[in-house]
């Protein structure tokens, strides 16, 4: 008899959030955002997020963080890419707009702005 059984299937649906969650946790998520390529986040940040969060990270709108100053990017990786990916207040998720790799991106290049 097999001590590891297949896993069933409500095993298998696992939600994508939780699974990147867990995987940046085990695998290290300083790593993966060393690893991702902070040009082509910059590239991402100016189509998706400079109309609110501004170039350079200073912000066109009231309330909305400046990372120019610092703001917000003293949280860890996975804060961010959870931000990003659920979403937070007037700022829509992109989880599934872009894919998890652009979303390390994205994190990479907001660290130069620090």
Do not use: W
Request: net charge positive; aromatic share 6%; with cysteine.
């Amino acid at each position: 008899m097999n001590k590891f059984p297949l896993a069933t299937s409500r095993q298998r649906n696992v939600p994508r959030a939780l699974v990147l969650a867990l995987s940046a946790v085990l695998i290290g998520v300083t790593g993966l955002v060393q690893a991702a390529d902070s040009l082509k986040g910059a590239k991402l940040y100016n189509e998706r997020c400079a109309n609110c969060h501004g170039s350079g990270g200073k912000p066109t709108m009231p309330g909305v963080p400046d990372f120019s100053r610092n703001q917000r990017l003293m949280q860890n990786d996975l804060a961010l890419v959870k931000t990003i990916s659920m979403g937070k207040g007037m700022m829509p998720a992109f989880q599934g707009v872009l894919t998890e790799q652009d979303i390390f991106n994205v994190v990479a290049y907001l660290r130069t702005l620090q």
